[in-house]
């Protein structure tokens, strides 16, 4: 019903940089909440970024200055801008919507695919 499709990742050398986008596709009306997830090797899966409608952006203390969050609400997409990358930056990237308004009513937590991210040193 809600699919969010990501894309964007990919193999970068320490310093640059890399864009990652994700659409929600489905009969929706509106998002409360988009974020960016990410799990490298080992750990667990931990919040990069966040945008609820209405509010400022909210990121890891490990992100913040270098990545930038964003939304194209018409679009049901979601950005998410990494500069400075660093080595530890390299994980899976995981799109988020939380409280997704379709035609069938509210819903629940919904997640992409991932796309890897590898920064190289």
């Known amino acids: 019903q809600v699919q969010l499709v990501e894309s964007g990742g990919g193999l970068v050398q320490a310093g640059g940089s890399l864009r990652l986008s994700c659409a929600a596709i489905?009969?929706?009306?509106?998002?409360?909440?988009m974020g960016w997830y990410r799990q490298a090797p080992g750990k667990q899966r931990e919040l990069v970024a966040s945008l609820t409608s209405g509010t400022t952006p909210n990121y890891a203390d490990s992100v913040k200055g270098r990545f930038t969050i964003s939304r194209d609400n018409g679009k049901k997409t979601v950005y998410l801008q990494m500069n400075s990358l660093k080595p530890e930056d390299t994980a899976v990237y995981y799109c988020?919507?939380?409280?997704?308004?379709?035609?069938?009513?509210?819903?629940?937590?919904?997640w992409g695919q991932g796309t890897q991210v590898t920064v190289s040193s």
């Open positions: 489905g009969r929706i009306f509106s998002i409360e909440t």
């Open positions: 988020n919507a939380e409280r997704v308004l379709t035609i069938t009513g509210w819903t629940g937590q919904h």
